[in-house]
């Protein structure tokens, strides 16, 4: 009788440290910003509703957009850039000056929507309100939560500890790919 308690308690154990780890915020609103907030799903459904003028913008470095995957029909539009400077973190970062300029040579302001993606919506807190200042109004300006890759779980007692297992576009099973199209990728790159 108590090999079988022993197992029983093992079995609940493992089967409760895992969902621990789902009880996590899965959408955490990591600032203040102009624009909404929509969680990749409802990101993917209002694609889905209106793809003549409804568009995801990647605004990760060029590096994650091409090497670890972007959503499917994603634009790249880079919030920033690496730079050869190396720091205690590894290389620096330098926000790209023309992003807005980048949204509306892209994006009409008077009729699209704009769903702003990064690895875990934190970059896009300030993407999104730099869309609403470029001249999207805040009805047409999203952050989607979560991001790309979803955040770190947070318990220490996780055996995911550290690791990016709390939602985001590719953990929920979204459309995503590395193939890079040269209609959606980061146009300046393009210019010979």
């Not at 576009?169 to 990728?185: F, H, I, N, V």
């Amino acid at each position: 009788m108590k090999k079988v308690l022993a197992a029983i308690l093992i079995l609940m154990f493992a089967i409760a440290v895992p969902a621990f780890a789902q009880q996590q915020a899965k959408y955490p609103i990591k600032g203040k910003h102009k624009g909404g907030d929509v969680t990749p799903k409802q990101a993917y459904e209002m694609v889905q509703k209106d793809p003549a003028h409804t568009f995801l913008v990647d605004v990760r470095t060029r590096y994650e957009y091409q090497d670890i995957g972007h959503p499917v029909g994603a634009y790249h539009i880079p919030w920033k850039f690496y730079t050869t400077n190396v720091g205690k973190r590894g290389y620096g970062k330098v926000l790209n000056e023309n992003f807005k300029k980048d949204l509306l040579a892209r994006f009409n302001p008077e009729t699209d929507t704009l769903l702003l993606l990064c690895r875990s919506a934190a970059r896009t807190i300030a993407a999104t309100t730099a869309a609403v200042d470029a001249g999207f109004k805040e009805d047409k300006a999203f952050n989607v939560l979560a991001g790309f890759e979803g955040d770190k779980v947070k318990d220490k007692n996780s055996p995911f500890y550290g690791k990016r297992r709390v939602a985001g576009w590719r953990l929920e099973g979204l459309p995503w790919t590395y193939g890079m199209d040269p209609k959606l990728m980061y146009q300046p790159d393009l210019k010979k």
